[in-house]
T-cell receptor, first 111, second 112 residues
Framework: DVKVTQSSRYLVKRTGEKVFLECVQD?????MFWYRQDPGLGLRLIYF???????EKGDIPEGYSVSREKKERFSLILESASTNQTSMYLC??????????FGPGTRLTVL | DQQVKQNSPSLSVQEGRISILNCDYT??????FLWYKKYPAEGPTFLIS?????DKNEDGRFTVFLNKSAKHLSLHIVPSQPGDSAVYFC???????????FGSGTKLNVKP
């Protein structure tokens, strides 16, 4: 079974803080993704990576950056958290263009 | 502009009846479609998929139908069970592209 884990289930941060969200997958998948989920908007792609040290912007990359130093790990960074970044963050991984497998999500609240 | 749309934010169905969830897309080049199910406080889990060379795919109580001319996808759940209550997302992708486009989700409530 594919396992995608995220470092925190719930996180509360203050405006202006730097925030790191970590994601690890154990199936040697090439591709990894970061989404945010907001009511009425579904899942929106922030960034994705198709190889180590490679990254591509998704639909809403503003205010975010990513890092992929190892194949199994994909980090999402909020350089200076803002209240409009309060959301559910979901990490996913896939092999090629196949099904994406999701982690449990991190509920981030920015005060 | 959203390329994948789920126009019904919610659906309520009696246990044992059929649930039909709908999804429309705008890009005729999409050739792989999936449905995901999401419970609160959990990540989405893969439910069923269909490629554009087929018009139907079945897995137990779940059937996905694809109408390419109408650019329409539907998920049928028969019979519906209370445990099916969740948010359902449809997604689409282009062949050999890794990016999926997700709809906004439909919250299904199956009443006992």
């Amino acid at each position: 079974d594919v396992k995608v884990t995220q470092s925190s289930r719930y996180l509360v941060k203050r405006t202006g803080e730097k925030v790191f969200l970590e994601c690890v997958q154990d199936m040697d998948h090439e591709n990894m993704f970061w989404y945010r989920q907001d009511p009425g908007l579904g899942l929106r792609l922030i960034y994705f990576s198709y190889d180590v040290k490679m990254k591509e912007k998704g639909d809403i990359p503003e205010g975010y950056s990513v890092s992929r130093e190892k194949k199994e790990r994909f980090s999402l960074i909020l350089e200076s958290a803002s209240t409009n970044q309060t959301s559910m963050y979901l990490c996913a991984s896939s092999l090629g263009s196949n099904t994406q497998y999701f982690g449990p999500g991190t509920r981030l609240t920015v005060l | 502009d959203q390329q994948v749309k789920q126009n019904s934010p919610s659906l309520s169905v009696q246990e044992g009846r059929i649930s039909i969830l709908n999804c429309d897309y705008t890009n005729s080049m999409f050739d792989y479609f999936l449905w995901y199910k999401k419970y609160p406080a959990e990540g989405p889990t893969f439910l069923i998929s269909i490629s554009s060379i087929k018009d139907k795919n079945e897995d137990g109580r779940f059937t996905v139908f694809l109408n390419k001319s109408a650019k329409h996808l539907s998920l049928h759940i028969v019979p519906s069970q209370p445990g099916d209550s969740a948010v359902y997302f449809c997604a689409a992708s282009l062949y050999n592209f890794n990016k999926f486009y997700f709809g906004s989700g439909t919250k299904l409530n199956v009443k006992p």
